[in-house]
């Protein structure tokens, strides 16, 4: 598994322990930032990681930032991601299993960050059931109408 991974000023430590966890877990990963704490814009660094899960080159994405949502919303836009933003271990699992999340959204100033690390233990290990869940993403990707 190949996981991107970036964060804006505000989830950029939370962004520094998953990435411990990651080579803890022999996860192969690639950060695409932010490299310090200064103050970026969350949407320039949801980008790039959503659109390399979009188009295959990262198997999942993780994307902090204070609260989680401002990643969520960007990660979104772009079509074929389906970015959930997380913060308990019990939607960390579901998501998986019924909407094969690809992207996690999490928020730095919400939670704890031994509940961030247990999320996303939890997230990259859980594996989607398939089935009727897989009609309804179907109409997820064709739109809601
Ligand atoms: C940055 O101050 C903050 O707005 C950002 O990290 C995030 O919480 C946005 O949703």
Redesign the pocket.
């Known amino acids: 598994m190949k996981v991107a991974i970036a964060a ?4 950029y430590e939370y962004k520094e322990a998953i990435k411990n966890l990651l080579e803890e877990m022999n996860i192969e990963y690639k950060d695409f930032g932010t490299h310090e704490g200064e ?1 970026v814009d ?1 949407p320039d660094y949801a980008r790039p990681v959503s659109e390399s899960v979009a188009d295959g080159s990262f198997d999942k994405g993780i994307l902090i ?9 960007a990660s979104n836009k772009v079509k074929g991601v389906r970015c959930a933003l997380v913060h308990d271990v019990f939607t960390a699992e579901v998501t998986r299993q019924h909407n094969d999340s690809n992207v996690l959204a999490l ?3 919400v939670i704890g960050e031994g509940l961030a690390l247990l999320i996303v233990k939890t997230w990259l290990t859980s594996e989607f059931e398939g089935g009727r869940h897989q009609r309804r993403i179907d109409k997820i990707e064709g739109g809601c109408s």
């Open positions: 804006d000023h505000g989830g103050s969350y930032c204070g609260t989680g949502i401002g990643m969520s919303i928020g730095q100033r």
